[in-house]
């Protein structure tokens, strides 16, 4: 079955830049979403398609892609970006087939 | 603003079944499709169910297939997820989700599900 491959965590000083990358195969395909969950919350949807920013997210939350991998990229990283972060893509363009990834661990040491 | 209100989990014994509600509110259900996702303890998300906006189109994940029923009630504003045959490793907070016009999912706050003896 289809697998989005997230790294388990990622760690940063306050101010420093995250990088979380996203990869699968058919990621140069099919658009990829990124969501934040806090303990104890629903996910919070912080970059659709690939690239596009939700009103209400700040600036510093960006994402992009390259081939089989999309990243999600943190700027000056604050106390309150610690959260997980989950991937959702498709293995295909059928409704049904919808992926996470396996989640990753932000820190801000 | 929208709003999902899940209801309906609990604890259930291994083979018994249990119906899940999501009460839709803030926009238009019937134009929507909708899905249910769950999030076993400590785990990440696994994508559980889908339906489209008339009830034409229904999709499963291989772990539940013929054991859950995902229907919706365009006149009541409501999504309900049928759980038949429940095993311990249905375990999980299960999520409502509206699926957006541009793909996301908008979520409500879940309700839990607990499968054991």
């Known amino acids: 079955s289809y697998e989005l491959t997230q790294p388990p965590s990622v760690s940063v000083s306050p101010g420093q830049t995250a990088r979380i990358t996203c990869s699968g195969d058919a990621l140069p395909k099919q658009y990829a979403y990124w969501y934040q969950q806090k303990p104890g919350q629903a996910p919070v949807l912080v970059i659709y398609k690939d690239s596009e920013r939700p009103s209400g997210i700040p600036e510093r939350f960006s994402g992009s892609s390259s081939g089989t991998t999309v990243t999600l990229t943190i700027s000056g990283v604050q106390a309150e970006d610690e959260a997980d972060y989950y991937c959702?893509?498709?293995?295909?363009?059928?409704?049904?087939?919808?992926?996470f990834g396996g989640g990753t661990k932000l820190t801000v040491l | 603003e929208v709003q999902l209100v899940e209801s309906g989990g609990g604890l259930v014994q291994p083979g018994r079944s249990l119906r899940l509600s999501c009460a839709a509110s803030g926009f238009t259900f019937d134009d929507y499709a909708m899905h249910w996702v769950r999030q076993a303890p400590g785990k990440g998300l696994e994508w559980v169910s889908g339906?489209?906006?008339?009830?034409?189109?229904?999709g499963y994940a291989d772990s539940v297939k013929g054991r859950f029923t995902i229907s919706r009630d365009n006149a009541k504003n409501s999504l309900y997820l049928q759980m038949n045959s429940l095993r311990a490793e249905d375990t999980a907070l299960y999520y409502c989700?509206?699926?957006?016009?541009?793909?996301?999912?908008?979520w409500g706050q879940g309700t839990l599900v607990t499968v054991s003896s």
């Open positions: 959702q893509s498709a293995d295909s363009s059928g409704t049904y087939d919808v992926v």
């Open positions: 339906i489209s906006w008339n009830s034409g189109s229904i």
């Open positions: 989700a509206k699926v957006d016009s541009s793909g996301y999912y908008v």
